[in-house]
């Protein structure tokens, strides 16, 4: 064989060497970034429902469609190239602007439970039937990305943290894959989610042994997606109180960190670690109201004063 093809040959089978071990990073760093981001998947799995409760049933899908349209915009046009910036050239500034995602989750958490306590639902109430079809859709749908935003957000920098120490491009190509699969699989975990009743009323007309259980799913759903409502609201709150907390031990101010962890710690070692793991969210979500609150009061006041009221 001519010696410049052997060394071509030589050539194309280590650069299909190197796209093997970089197709291995890339699986290996994945499983890791997507391990570590699952739990967030939960709370966005748990807050998206609410976007479509109350809606037209045909339009649940579309619906939700388009939601995740936005999201995997969000994702890869949006937060992987900015993360990848602020990876390379500003590392110091992703913590405070995650800490920016987590004071808005806390306000939008902590507006919907003051807006239940005072009564205000019924203002918001009498603006969406001021709303047609189409304006709430879209209403709906801009809110719905608008907030995923913020835990999209978290997502890929949780993401990031667990992979920096493989090289530029496999980090690129990583953040792509845990975006694409866990919107896919939130998505599609929502879309089943909604349209359940649907699927419990289809087995309730048939008269077979799926009846009952069909039966029980349609009676049962409202309840559920009430209580999702509710898990959503709480899973703002706890994300962003967690960011605000994670954020201050980045910067060192580990009062309120340390004292948190404590209170864990204590939890932990007197009743195990599910009851030291629910005490943690259950902190995080009492800093998110906390804040939240804060910012419901300072935006109250900036809106006053600016209407002259």
Known sequence: MPSGLAALLDDVAGIAKLAAASVDDVGVAASRAGTKAAGLVIDDTAVTPKYVTGLSPERELPIIWKIAKG????????????????????????????????????????????????GNDHKEQDAVET??????????????????????????????GEITDQALITQGITLIAVSIAITAGVYGAVGLLVKLDDIGLHLARDEGAMAGFGRGLVKIMPYVLSAITVIGTAAMLWVGGGIIV???????LS????????????????????????????????????????????HSLWVKLRSGH
């Open 255 to 298: 009062t309120l960190p340390d004292a948190i962890h404590g209170v864990v710690h204590g939890v932990e070692e007197s009743a195990g670690g599910i009851l030291g793991w629910l005490s943690e969210a259950a902190l995080y979500g009492v800093v998110g109201i906390i804040l939240g609150s804060v910012v419901v009061g300072l």
């Open 131 to 160: 709303l047609n079809s189409a304006e709430l859709e879209k209403q709906r749908v801009t809110g719905a990305v608008r907030t995923d935003m913020i835990l999209s957000a978290e997502i890929v920098a949780i993401s990031l």
């Open 71 to 118: 999201s995997l915009f969000n994702k890869l046009v949006i937060l992987v190239p900015v993360a990848m910036l602020l990876s390379a050239f500003l590392p110091w500034a992703l913590t405070p602007i995650l800490m920016l995602g987590g004071t808005y989750l806390s306000f939008e958490g902590a507006e919907k439970i003051l807006h239940k306590l005072f």
């Open 246 to 252: 994670h954020g201050l031990e980045s910067f060192d």
